[in-house]
C-alpha cells in the first residue's frame, strides 16, 4: 500500500517561495514515475511536473520557469520548488506517483495524496 503526504503549503504573499514535500512510504520510486498537480479553485487539476528513476523531467510549459522537481532518493520524498508565487497559483497541490512514464496526464498516476493548500495574495 502506498502512502503519499504532502506538506509545505500554506499563505504566502505574491513573490514569495515556497517549498512543497511529498513523503511516499511503501512506494519504489526506481520502478515509477512520481510527479505533482494542483487544482486551483472551480478549475481542473493540471500536471505542474514529473519525474522519473533516470532524472528525466516534463514540465507544464507555462509553470517550467518557476517550478522545479527534485527527489531524494533517500528519504523517499518528492520535492516542488515554487519562485515567484502569483495569486494564480492558489490551488490544492497534489503528490501523485506510479506513473509509468514521464506524462502529465494524471489519469497514468495509480496512488495520490490528499494535498496541501497553497495560497497567494
Known amino acids: 500500500h502506498v502512502q503519499l503526504v504532502e506538506s509545505g503549503g500554506g499563505s504566502v504573499q505574491a513573490g514569495g517561495s515556497l517549498r512543497l514535500s511529498c513523503a511516499a512510504r511503501g512506494y519504489t520510486y526506481d520502478t515509477y514515475c512520481m510527479g505533482w498537480f494542483r487544482r486551483p479553485p472551480g478549475k481542473e487539476r493540471e500536471g505542474i511536473a514529473v519525474i522519473d528513476s533516470d532524472g528525466d523531467t516534463a514540465y507544464a510549459e507555462s509553470l517550467k520557469d518557476r517550478f522545479t522537481i527534485s527527489v531524494d532518493n533517500a528519504k523517499n520524498s518528492l520535492y516542488l520548488q515554487i519562485n515567484s508565487l502569483k495569486p494564480e497559483d492558489t490551488a490544492m497541490y497534489y503528490c501523485?506517483?506510479?506513473?509509468?512514464?514521464?506524462?502529465?496526464?494524471?489519469?497514468?498516476?495509480?496512488?495520490w495524496g490528499r494535498g496541501t493548500q497553497v495560497t497567494v495574495s
Open positions: 501523485a506517483a506510479g506513473g509509468s512514464w514521464v506524462t502529465l496526464d494524471s489519469k497514468e498516476y495509480k496512488s
